[in-house]
């Protein structure tokens, strides 16, 4: 028993062979327990004898047990360690791990044509007081053009806090703040009302820019918005002026850009079709400008007798998707990564 026992144990290639060996050779019922039980039973001259033989042969085989399962228990270790070690040198399959949005580079590309003019950015909070969304620009709790702009309100209303309309409260703020001369860009997210659909989305961007300083005449704000634009779009795009109204600005104007499309001949290329992104004028919007009213001069603190300034506000996200010819504006807010890459983090 104590050599079959032996043999066992040493041909034991596992631990879990050397458990089912256990149980066969040293446990209740094997061979040298039963032995052992049977001792009692010898004629007392025998048991001495007996009693020796079994116990060093049970010895032995605990001992060679012990022995077995500490060598396989290395064995054990030591191949885990192989098996699953890792190479981190293999290539992967993981997801790609996207782009930075065309948004934010948009951003930034609009932001660096002002910096090489001298210009600086300003941002502003998204959630704003009533008083310089609505109240600094000239546009009083009554004024008709506060329906222009639906509003988000917070709660509770007395708090007198809105999601900003536009990024117009970061001009008061910058001449709140600072003494001309004053040259910002301001581009930053805006909330409306709106539905959302391929034009609309109740959340968009806009880019803000405020000049203030003394002589600065409407010649200025045209000359700044026809070199954005030119840069923005390439030669040969400019601006239009149409006279329009805002609050804080007077005169107040539209911005029309050449149609990036048709540049400006209103015709479908190469034949005598109108051009249906400008809808065959020539001309498409693309924002809203003027000379910074007086009051909202003197409502932000700034001296109206010595200073004049312009301003001018855009949709960031329309922009780019007259730069990039996009039809839907959702595909700029629905996160697929897809169409993130597909701009190479570049613009
Ligand atoms: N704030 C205006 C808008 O949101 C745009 C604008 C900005 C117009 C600055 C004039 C001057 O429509």
Known sequence: ARDSALAAIAAATDLEQLKTVRTEHAGDRSPLALANREIGALPPQARKEAGQRVGQARGAVNQALAARQEVLEAEHEARILVEEAVDVTLPTDHDPVGGRHPLTTGAELIADIFVAMGWEVAEGPVIEAEWLNFDALNLGPDHPARTMQDTFWTEPADHHIVLRTHTSPVQARTMLTRT????????????????????????????????????????????????????????????????????????????????????????????????????????????????????????????????????????????????????????????????????????
């Not at 400019?238 to 804080?248: H, I």
């Not at 000379?291 to 300034?309: F, I």
Request: proline share 5%; net charge negative.
């Open 180 to 347: 001309p001369p004053i040259y910002v860009v301001c581009p930053g997210r805006v909330f409306r009302t709106d539905e959302y659909d391929a034009t609309h989305s109740p959340m968009f961007h806009q880019v803000e820019g405020l000049a203030i300083d003394e002589g600065i005449s409407m010649a200025h704000l045209k000359g700044t918005l026809d070199h954005f634009a030119a840069q923005m779009f390439g030669d040969g795009i400019t601006t239009r002026f149409r006279p329009s109204y805002f609050p804080f600005t007077e005169p107040s104007a539209e911005v029309d850009l050449t149609c990036f499309v048709c540049r400006g001949t209103g015709l479908k290329d190469g034949t005598t079709e109108h051009c249906r992104t400008c809808r065959g004028e020539g001309w498409i919007e693309w924002g809203g400008c003027g000379m910074v009213n007086p009051r909202v001069l003197q409502a932000c603190g700034v001296d109206a007798t010595r200073y004049s300034g312009f301003a001018f506000g855009m949709g960031i996200d329309r922009t780019l998707m007259f730069r990039h010819g996009l039809e839907d504006l959702r595909t700029l807010f629905e996160g697929d990564v897809r169409f993130t890459t597909a701009f190479g983090s570049e613009l």
